[in-house]
């Protein structure tokens, strides 16, 4: 049983550039959820995705940023014209459909981005 | 201010030895839960431990162990007996309400040094 994916691992974009984040859930998980962790510093939310919806983006910076979970394949996280602000490690978890005495949400490995 | 402090950025302890990784809360909303989170150099966020406002008996899953004070609002992880495998960063997260799930807020974290 695979656990929640995201690629690429790492990734370097110089400034202006447009950067692509993918989390694939694990299976049977239909909630999403990104978050942003800069240097030394915990996890920010981001957003909350389900399948075909965003839920919450208050966590979400106003421009360059968006993010979708289509009903086939993987959410994606794009920023857009890239600054060096943006460096920051982003993390996807997953959740199963159903929240009962708690919501424990599963993570992934996490994407390093890096704005040269 | 801050929702969740974890006041100790770094701590170096002697492998077998017990740890007690400090988190302060704050919250006026009766509903709300715990979580505590273990992040290696590797970088995925691991989920540890979890404790329930309502629940009655503090948390414990293997070596780790959740010393709840709601008094106090604290919730510091135990980890009994350490091994040099538990080097990590330990974040402390709170999601507030039922209705907020998906929305953790984390602390700043610790890092944990296990020596030999």
């Known amino acids: 049983n695979a656990g929640v994916m995201q690629n690429p691992r790492h990734l370097v974009r110089r400034r202006g550039q447009e950067a692509r984040l993918r989390c694939s859930p694990m299976?049977?998980?239909?909630?999403v959820y990104w978050y942003r962790q800069l240097p030394e510093e915990g996890l920010k939310f981001m957003v909350y995705l389900q399948k075909e919806n965003i839920i919450d983006e208050s966590g979400m910076p106003k421009e360059r940023f968006s993010a979708e979970f289509p009903k086939e394949g993987p959410s994606i996280l794009r920023i857009q014209q890239v600054v060096r602000g943006d460096s920051a490690a982003y993390f996807c978890?997953?959740?199963?459909?159903?929240?009962?005495?708690?919501?424990?949400?599963?993570f992934g490995p996490g994407t390093r981005l890096t704005v040269l | 201010a801050q929702k969740i402090t974890q006041t100790q950025p770094g701590m170096f302890v002697q492998e077998k030895e017990a740890v007690t990784l400090d988190c302060t809360y704050d919250t006026s909303d009766p509903s709300y839960g715990l979580f505590w989170y273990k992040q290696p150099s590797s970088g995925e966020m691991i989920f540890l431990i979890y404790?329930?406002?309502?629940d009655q008996q503090n948390a414990t899953e293997g070596r780790y162990s959740l010393n709840f004070q709601k008094a106090r609002k604290s919730a510091n992880l135990v980890i009994s007996a350490s091994q040099l495998g538990d080097s990590a960063m330990y974040f402390c997260a709170m999601r507030e309400g039922w209705d907020s799930n998906y929305q953790l807020i984390w602390g700043a974290g610790t890092k944990l040094i296990i020596k030999p």
């Open positions: 299976k049977g998980h239909s909630h």
């Open positions: 978890a997953s959740s199963p459909r159903e929240a009962q005495d708690y919501n424990e949400q599963f």
């Open positions: 404790q329930g406002s309502y």
